[in-house]
């Protein structure tokens, strides 16, 4: 792992352990939909991209195989978009300047990471990776 994937990953699971150990769970309404959505998709991502496959740094495992069934077929990054999606909920859920500032943190590593993946991933399966580009969105289906 490269130091400034190490500085990602860090940064991403404190963003995650402020959430988890310091705000409120959602237990009713639109929002824990929002939550289980992302969450669902997420999961879904994990599956199909099978555990072996799973990485929490940017950088591409030596093992991997190009995968685009699941959620892969119409987002490039589902468990990215979990993510996003689940804590976006809490953020709005309990408001807070604190928590929104986290949130963009989070939000801003993530879409590194993301960058730095699709660079890698298109070295690593070329043409076959541009192609899939094209038909996907890199995270919100039919908008981003």
């Given at each position: 792992?490269?130091?400034?994937?190490?500085?990602?990953?860090?940064?991403?699971?404190?963003?995650?352990?402020?959430?988890?150990?310091?705000?409120?769970?959602?237990?009713?309404?639109?929002?824990?939909?929002?939550?289980?959505?992302?969450?669902v998709v997420?999961?879904?991502?994990?599956?199909?991209?099978?555990?072996?496959?799973?990485?929490?740094?940017?950088?591409?495992?030596?093992?991997?195989?190009?995968?685009?069934?699941?959620?892969?077929?119409?987002?490039?990054?589902?468990?990215?978009?979990?993510?996003?999606?689940?804590?976006?909920?809490?953020?709005?859920?309990?408001?807070?300047?604190?928590?929104?500032i986290i949130?963009?943190?989070?939000?801003?590593?993530?879409?590194?990471?993301?960058?730095?993946?699709?660079?890698?991933?298109?070295?690593?399966?070329?043409?076959?990776?541009?192609?899939?580009?094209?038909?996907?969105?890199?995270?919100?289906?039919?908008?981003?």
């Amino acid at each position: 792992m490269s130091k400034k994937s190490l500085i990602l990953v860090v940064i991403q699971f404190s963003c995650l352990a402020y959430f988890v150990f310091f705000e409120h769970f959602i237990t009713n309404g639109f929002l824990l939909i929002i939550q289980i959505i992302g969450s669902v998709v997420a999961l879904w991502g994990i599956f199909a991209i099978k555990i072996g496959n799973f990485n929490i740094q940017p950088e591409i495992k030596a093992s991997a195989v190009f995968v685009d069934k699941g959620p892969y077929r119409w987002i490039r990054n589902p468990m990215y978009f979990g993510l996003i999606s689940f804590f976006g909920a809490v953020v709005i859920y309990n408001f807070t300047w604190i928590n929104f500032i986290i949130y963009l943190l989070l939000c801003t590593v993530l879409f590194m990471k993301i960058n730095i993946e699709e660079k890698l991933l298109a070295q690593r399966f070329g043409s076959v990776y541009k192609i899939y580009l094209k038909r996907t969105y890199r995270l919100i289906p039919f908008v981003y």
